[in-house]
């Protein structure tokens, strides 16, 4: 009898526990670098300009996952190499998954990266990935809140480059901050993981 009462207390206790929780969070990190928050982190509010000129905020990013990451369209390495892969992640996951799923550049060189510039460059991967651009204070307080730092160029005239993080922060339909993916991108693992973390992080 004891041991029937301990095993219905069992299934109870387990029935209540939250998807999140079954999650191998340190497989996660180890096979795709991915690395979640204890728990979700809203972010500022903010309005941008998309490549069509569109206005971005909070809003748009409800309803679908985002994966979101700072560069700008002059980075000679790590922002087409970060582009590139994500292209041939997300051609490798299952439609289903694809479908939640939002690439999204946002712009830390606001001075050279218009709207028509970013919809050019981001046109050459024709992946559907999303640029933003706009007010530099707007795009620093994000970046902070997103725990992925750039340096603002100190001259925006000639040939000059800016240094920003190569990491990935990946928000929830809510438009909450669940987790980073960490450089470099382990697309095997994030293969197989990131549905995983789709399904559980609901």
Known sequence: MLTMLRRSLLILALAYVTPSFALDRDALLDQANILLLPRERAIPQFELFDQDGQPFSNLSLQGRWHILFFGFTACPDICPTTLSDMRRL?????????EQLQLVLLSADPARDTPQQLKTYLSYYRAGFIGLTGNMDQLQNLSKA??????????????????????????????????????PLKLDGLKEMLPQVLESER
Do not use: K, M
Not at 90 to 98: D, H, I, K, N, T
Not at 148 to 170: C, K, M, Q, R, W
């Open 146 to 183: 997103l725990g992925l730092p750039f340096i603002p160029a100190s001259e925006t005239h000639g040939d000059y480059s800016v240094s920003h993080s190569g990491n990935l922060a990946l928000l929830a339909p809510d438009g909450s901050l669940r987790g980073h993916i960490r450089a």
């Open 90 to 98: 997300f051609s490798q996951l299952p439609a289903g998954v694809r």
